[in-house]
């Protein structure tokens, strides 16, 4: 039977001592009341981006503490950044929750011109909830790490951040060149991905991503939902960079 995965809150990693690692707060409590975890049972536990087999020590609703015995074989997260412009939040939460179990990097919620104006406003405010829905699905996916889910940004500036070697853009005007061929171009390094918002890109950020020499590519003739096209994306990237 598998053992259930967790992702520590704290931990200690000390080569003159003892590895420790706990949980608090609601991962505790759940661990504690809903589990029944008492000292001495047996879990996969995440700390530091490492994998360890982990015995429980001591449990209480606020906190359950474990030793950590030895390091485990785990995968890595894929080397692609996910740059997805902001819309309903509950589609984007969505995409950020299978993005996740997809095994993206980083997520990077983008103000595009045609992000709605009220979900621009509010974005920041629910920066928090998307990096719990991260965490959470990392655990449920049994990942070894948690994507970083950065402020949102405003494109202009979140391009001229970025760095990676291969920066792709899914465009809806672009009918040639494929996701996949423009992958197997550039196999297995750091890639940068950017998805617009609903109603696309405008010609003035299409300006933009080419200056910085991102690549647009297409995913096929139909029109997909921005979340559709983000997992459509991925799942393809998957293939060529994992």
């Known amino acids: ?14 080569e003159d001592r003892p590895a420790t690692a706990a949980l608090t707060g609601e991962q505790a409590n759940h661990l504690a009341r809903v589990l029944r975890a008492q000292p001495g049972q047996i879990f996969d536990v995440v700390a530091g981006g490492f994998l360890h087999r982990a015995e429980v020590t ?13 390091e485990l074989e785990a995968d890595a997260a894929l080397p692609l950044r996910l740059y997805l412009a902001i819309f309903k939040f509950d589609h984007f939460e969505w995409a950020v929750e299978k993005a ?5 990097a ?21 920066v928090e909830r998307w990096r719990r829905i991260a965490h959470e699905a990392s655990q449920q996916s049994r990942r070894t790490d948690i994507p970083e889910v950065t402020d949102p940004i405003a494109l202009k500036l979140a391009l001229e951040q970025e760095q990676s070697p291969t920066r792709i ?3 809806e005007t672009e009918q040639a060149t494929t996701l996949s061929s423009a992958l197997e171009a550039h196999p297995r390094v750091q890639t940068a991905i950017a998805i617009g918002p609903e109603g696309g ?24 939902r921005a ?15 994992g």
């Open 227 to 241: 979340e559709t096209a983000a997992i459509a994306a991925i799942a393809i990237a998957s293939t060529h960079l």
């Open 1 to 14: 039977m598998t053992r259930r995965r967790w992702i520590a809150d704290t931990w200690t990693l000390r």
């Open 58 to 70: 001591t449990v209480s609703p606020e906190s359950v503490e474990f030793l950590m015995h030895e």
């Open 169 to 171: 853009l899914l465009s």
């Open 106 to 126: 980083s997520i990077t919620p983008v103000l595009a011109r045609r992000t709605e104006k009220h979900l621009a406003q509010a974005a920041m405010k629910r």
């Open 201 to 224: 890109w405008t010609p003035e950020e299409m300006t933009l991503f080419a200056q910085h020499t991102w690549q647009p590519v297409t995913l096929g003739p139909r029109i997909l």
């Open 100 to 104: 996740t179990e997809l095994g993206i």
